[in-house]
Every structure is written in structure tokens, then in C-alpha cells.
């Protein structure tokens, strides 16, 4: 019978191209980080790639200017074959009775534009199938931000009272240092939803059951 202790904690971030939907999330993911953590917060795995075939980059005004090329991405990056092959690897590696456990911020925006991208069925069932945490949605009301126009912030047509927080914001919240500058790439950003996991965790786990 699994135990919490079972437990393996999949923390992944993307960076897309910027061009297309949100919902449904149809951007292209061209670069992607994870951290496989255990329990007690041991770095079972941990890895970043860029995304080869990438064409175009439009980001939006409000981020920095994407620090990478096309030209780079597309020289360092892995093929769609190649990132489907590894992340499937670490769950054929390490999964037990479904124990491993996806958390990202914004996490139904990331898988939805990771499995949209790999476009396979028997993946989409692989990750389909597991627990996923939200850093962002799961901590509004711990976070209990309020909307930039106050006189907003209970929209009739709206049933949330708070903003989602950033993950910048949820990590000042957590008293977690962080740099601005370094936001929007998948490697730090994976360790700074690490950290605010951490620190959350033992909250998640009780509600995990």
C-alpha cells in the first residue's frame, strides 16, 4: 500500500515562443527544465534543455527580451522525438503505483502546451494520469493579492477575490530571495518553484492523502 513517504514530487517549468493561445495553450515550448524530488527534498533528477525547430520568437512586452536566439535554440536545442523519449524515461525510471506527483506554476498552462507540442496520445495518457500541484492556483488566497485596479477585484462576472500570484510574488510571500532579472528562464524558475514547494510541502502532502 503506498505511504506519503512513496511520494516523488516532478517540478517542471517551460518557456514557450510567445506565439499563440493561452487557453487552450497552443504556444510552443522551446525551452524546458525539471527537478525530480523526493520527500525529503533530495534532487533525484534534474535537467534543462532548449527545444530544437523553433522559427519564430515573439515574447510579450511585459518580459525581458528573450535571452536566446533562434539560431541558439535551434543549435542546442533537442528534437520533439528526443524530449519525448527522456520524459517518459523518468517515469518508466522511477514511477511506482502512480507515485510520482507533477507541480509547476501555472502547471495547467505548461502541460497543456507541452502535450499539445509532443502531440501523442499515449503521452498525454502518461501524464494525464498522475496528481498535479499548482503552485499559483493553490496558494490566491494565501497569497490574497489583489487585482491592479482594486475597484475591480470582484468582478461580477469573476467568482475569485484575489489575483493568482506570480511566482515572484509567492516567493516574497515565502520570504524566498529571488533575482527579477533571472525570471523567465525555465532553470531558475524550476528552482524558485522548488523552493516555494519546499517550503508548502508538507501542506500538499496532507491534502495528497
Given at each position: 500500500?503506498?505511504?506519503?513517504?512513496?511520494?516523488?514530487?516532478?517540478?517542471?517549468?517551460?518557456?514557450?515562443?510567445?506565439?499563440?493561445?493561452?487557453?487552450?495553450?497552443?504556444?510552443?515550448?522551446?525551452?524546458?527544465?525539471?527537478?525530480?524530488?523526493?520527500?525529503?527534498?533530495?534532487?533525484?533528477?534534474?535537467?534543462?534543455?532548449?527545444?530544437?525547430?523553433?522559427?519564430?520568437?515573439?515574447?510579450?512586452?511585459?518580459?525581458?527580451?528573450?535571452?536566446?536566439?533562434?539560431?541558439?535554440?535551434?543549435?542546442?536545442?533537442?528534437?520533439?522525438?528526443?524530449?519525448?523519449?527522456?520524459?517518459?524515461?523518468?517515469?518508466?525510471?522511477?514511477?511506482?503505483?502512480?507515485?510520482?506527483?507533477?507541480?509547476?506554476?501555472?502547471?495547467?498552462?505548461?502541460?497543456?502546451?507541452?502535450?499539445?507540442?509532443?502531440?501523442?496520445?499515449?503521452?498525454?495518457?502518461?501524464?494525464?494520469?498522475?496528481?498535479?500541484?499548482?503552485?499559483?492556483?493553490?496558494?490566491?488566497?494565501?497569497?490574497?493579492?489583489?487585482?491592479?485596479?482594486?475597484?475591480n477585484s470582484l468582478n461580477k462576472n469573476s467568482i475569485k477575490k484575489y489575483k493568482w500570484p506570480k511566482l515572484s510574488e509567492l516567493a516574497n510571500k515565502l520570504e524566498i530571495k529571488?533575482?527579477?532579472?533571472?525570471?523567465?528562464?525555465?532553470?531558475?524558475?524550476?528552482?524558485?518553484?522548488?523552493?516555494?514547494?519546499?517550503?508548502?510541502?508538507?501542506?500538499?502532502?496532507?491534502?495528497?492523502?
Open positions: 500500500m503506498e505511504t506519503k513517504s512513496n511520494y516523488l514530487f516532478l517540478i517542471f517549468d517551460l518557456e514557450t515562443n510567445g506565439i499563440g493561445y493561452f487557453n487552450p495553450p497552443t504556444q510552443r515550448p522551446i525551452q524546458i527544465s525539471y527537478q525530480l524530488i523526493n520527500c525529503e527534498c533530495d534532487i533525484i533528477d534534474n535537467k534543462t534543455y532548449f527545444i530544437s525547430g523553433v522559427k519564430k520568437i515573439k515574447w510579450p512586452e511585459t518580459f525581458k527580451k528573450c535571452p536566446w536566439s533562434v539560431e541558439e535554440i535551434n543549435k542546442k536545442g533537442i528534437s520533439k522525438k528526443s524530449l519525448q523519449t527522456k520524459l517518459t524515461k523518468i517515469f518508466i525510471n522511477n514511477d511506482k503505483s502512480n507515485s510520482i506527483v507533477l507541480v509547476g506554476h501555472n502547471i495547467d498552462f505548461d502541460f497543456g502546451c507541452l502535450c499539445n507540442f509532443i502531440n501523442d496520445e499515449q503521452f498525454t495518457k502518461l501524464f494525464k494520469k498522475h496528481k498535479k500541484i499548482c503552485t499559483m492556483k493553490s496558494t490566491t488566497n494565501f497569497c490574497k493579492l489583489s487585482y491592479p485596479n482594486s475597484n529571488i533575482d527579477e532579472d533571472k525570471f523567465h528562464d525555465s532553470k531558475y524558475d524550476v528552482e524558485i518553484t522548488k523552493q516555494c514547494f519546499v517550503k508548502l510541502k508538507d501542506k500538499y502532502i496532507k491534502k495528497l492523502g
